[in-house]
């Protein structure tokens, strides 16, 4: 069995992050070891939330785990919060990146061409840093336009979707995928290159008109698992892009209308069988 750590919070309430990881790897079959980087109440969409930075704890808990020889085939980190804790990230993809193992960072911090509230210039710019040690890049566009100094635009063609991933590229990420890339009306998905092969791939499928909280999460997490399971690039990331939007889907029928993350537990059994 493949062996992940995961390097992102714990937002108590919320799925999203470790809470979303966690299981979701945990199904695909591979054994996921966490690093919490900070335990908030509820993930930030709701009010009055509480937060405790773990980043004291990050160097002594990797200490012990050096003691101990522990390794990992891959490392994926996502929502860090800190420009300290994207410092430390660094020196641990250093002391355990291993022959045939692979780093994915998926540069949590924007959306719809605006940063989040927490985060300022000099996040984007360790970001970027951070990607650039990376195997797999994994930012939407507003991410990646604001970490390669480009222009963000709400509509685009092709030719926009490749400068972005020609100037990630430039950045040192071995494979960039853009996420949330709609190439026709309707439709939705991700554009990626692979720097090693020098291809592009895509794949789109239905746009499913709502937005969730957690869905990056649920994403990036199934493709770190289904690329531990063996999956090609494109098919690693067909079943995350369809388990997201099929999860989505599912969400939207629930009665209760849950408006804080998705209902992913329903929906597992269909990851399960997708990954076989
Ligand atoms: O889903 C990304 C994420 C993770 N963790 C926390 C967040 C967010 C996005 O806003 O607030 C705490």
């Known amino acids: 069995m493949k062996r992940v750590l995961t390097i992102q919070d714990i937002s108590c309430l919320g799925k999203c992050s470790l809470t979303i990881a966690l299981p979701v790897l945990s199904a695909m079959g591979v054994e996921t070891v966490i690093l919490p980087t900070a335990v908030l109440s509820t993930h930030t969409m709701f009010k009055n939330f509480t937060v405790k930075d773990l980043s004291d704890q990050i160097t002594p808990i990797v200490n012990h785990w050096k003691s101990e020889k522990v390794d990992f085939d891959a490392i994926y980190t996502g929502y860090l919060g800190t420009i300290e804790e994207i410092e430390l990230m660094k020196g641990i993809f250093k002391d355990f990146k291993k022959d045939g193992s692979f780093v994915f960072v998926d540069p949590v911090m924007a959306d719809n061409g605006k940063l ?22 994994v930012p939407n ?4 336009a604001f970490m390669t100094g480009t222009e963000y635009r709400e509509e685009y063609g092709e030719d926009y979707i490749k400068l972005l991933l020609s100037r990630l590229n430039d950045l040192g990420a071995k494979v960039s995928v853009l996420t949330g890339v709609s190439l026709e009306k309707g439709k939705t998905g991700v554009y990626g290159y692979d720097s090693t092969a020098k291809e592009y791939f895509t794949y789109q499928n239905d746009r499913v008109d709502a937005s969730y909280h957690g ?23 067909k079943i995350a892009a369809d388990y997201t939007a099929l999860t989505i889907g599912e969400t939207l029928k629930n009665p209760k209308k849950p408006w804080y993350g998705v209902d992913f537990e329903t929906t597992i059994p269909s990851l399960v069988k997708a990954i076989q």
């Not at 300022?120 to 890049?137: F, H, Q, R, T």
């Open 116 to 137: 989040y509230a927490a985060f300022n210039e000099e996040y984007v710019k360790k970001n970027s840093e951070l990607c650039a040690g990376a195997d797999v890049i």
């Open 215 to 237: 869905t990056g999460d649920l994403f990036s997490s199934t493709a770190v698992g289904a690329l531990l399971r063996g999956k090609s690039l494109y098919e690693a990331f």
């Open 141 to 144: 566009i507003t991410e990646a």
